[in-house]
């Protein structure tokens, strides 16, 4: 080739640029008084003391290497679970594993699928990889397993499937993920996303637990990020088959966790008072907001999380974008889904008790109804 035929600078892949970067919901309001802010599915309870202890204590040794295996971590969740920690992969948060996982198993040709409302960073990660992305349309905000196997081609390689749901809160019964994976190829991986399942309090969920310990083709993923309120430290793991922890173990960030937050993990999820004081907060407050909200003639979907999401009217004075602003300006800060395909709707995290009645009536007020909160 010619040096006249050669790009005069390097060039991304067309598959790079076609990304829309992940935006974050917003952690500041205008104005300089208290914002409150419910946009991105944080415990309100904070970390676990036990937690924060472990983290101060490991911040003395910075000077020190990670444990690049994360092997005290690994036996903690593998006690916590009873689960083997030889399949256990710890990462920067499940965000880091849902890109390497695209990366072993998909690229150039193949598809990645994954419902219509799923977590955005699955599209982004297919196309860093090289693969096409494909969407599974949902029914009335929930997944559609008929409509999944319907979209799985030869192509396919990954299922992406977060149980329950963000944004939508909803959730599928582990029957129905049980037959998704029966209606699978064998050589697609089918990744279920469990970041909020410690949430979930109904009989019929399972956040896949199971299905690892007994298909060769699932992984489940966990997060430390939401009930444990390691947010800021990025923490995930994946529970996975051998043959996959083998090959996630050669691409992934050999140093990938810190060592304060490898120490902070262990300790958070040894201390079930705070993970059970965190769901009992979040059991009596998402009840709390969804009857509110629901009696200001808002629509609200049926959430096993730890956050709601809320249609609005799209009529002039009562849209999600003119509540969003009018909520902004008082210090509530919600998560706008425009980049999920539902412009009317806001995500709403259960907060402390004042964020949670603020919220409520700063939204009859924006609606011109009276509230008694």
């Known amino acids: 080739m010619s040096s006249a035929a050669l790009p005069s600078r390097p060039t991304p892949r067309p598959s790079v640029m076609a990304i829309e970067a992940y935006v974050p919901g917003k952690a500041h309001a205008g104005g300089g008084g208290r914002v409150y802010k419910l946009s991105a599915n944080e415990n309100p309870l904070g970390a676990s003391p036990k937690a924060l202890e472990a983290f101060r204590a490991a911040g003395g040794h910075l000077e020190l290497y990670p444990d690049g295996s994360a092997v005290a971590l690994r036996a903690a969740i593998g006690a916590t679970y009873g689960l083997d920690p030889s399949r256990i992969v710890c990462g920067t948060g499940s965000d880091e594993l849902i890109a390497v996982l695209a990366h072993v198993y998909a690229g150039p040709g193949d598809e990645v699928l994954y419902s219509q409302h799923g977590f955005l960073l699955y599209r982004v990660a297919a196309l860093a990889a090289g693969a096409t992305p494909i969407v599974a349309p949902e029914k009335g905000y929930v997944t559609d397993v008929d409509a999944i196997l319907a979209a799985v081609t030869e192509r396919t390689r990954i299922v992406f499937l977060a149980n329950p749901n963000n944004p939508t809160g909803t959730y599928i019964p582990f029957d129905e993920v049980k037959r998704l994976q029966r209606g699978l190829p064998g050589n697609v991986l089918l990744v279920l996303d469990a970041a909020y399942a410690e949430y979930v309090r109904r009989n019929d969920y399972e956040s896949g637990i199971e299905l690892v310990a007994t298909c ?158």
Not at 280 to 296: F, G, I, V
Not at 322 to 329: I, N, V, W
């Open 216 to 373: 060769p083709n699932v992984v489940m993923l966990r997060t430390f990020s939401k009930i444990y309120g390691l947010a800021a430290l990025r923490v995930g793991w994946m529970y996975a088959p051998a043959e996959v922890v083998e090959a996630v173990n050669r691409i992934r960030g050999v140093f990938n966790v810190n060592a304060p937050a490898l120490a902070a993990a262990a300790a958070a999820i040894a201390d079930t008072a705070h993970v059970e004081a965190s769901v009992a907060h979040n059991a009596k407050w998402l009840q709390w907001l969804d009857d509110e909200l629901t009696a200001l003639g808002l629509t609200v979907l049926p959430s096993v999380g730890n956050f709601l999401l809320v249609l609005f009217p799209q009529t002039p004075g009562h849209t999600a974008a003119e509540a969003d602003a009018f909520l902004s300006a008082r210090g509530l800060i919600l998560r706008r889904m425009d980049g999920y395909g539902i412009p009317q709707a806001l995500r709403l995290t259960v907060g402390t008790e004042e964020a949670n009645r603020l919220v409520v009536a700063a939204l009859a007020e924006f609606l011109g109804k009276s509230h008694g909160a």
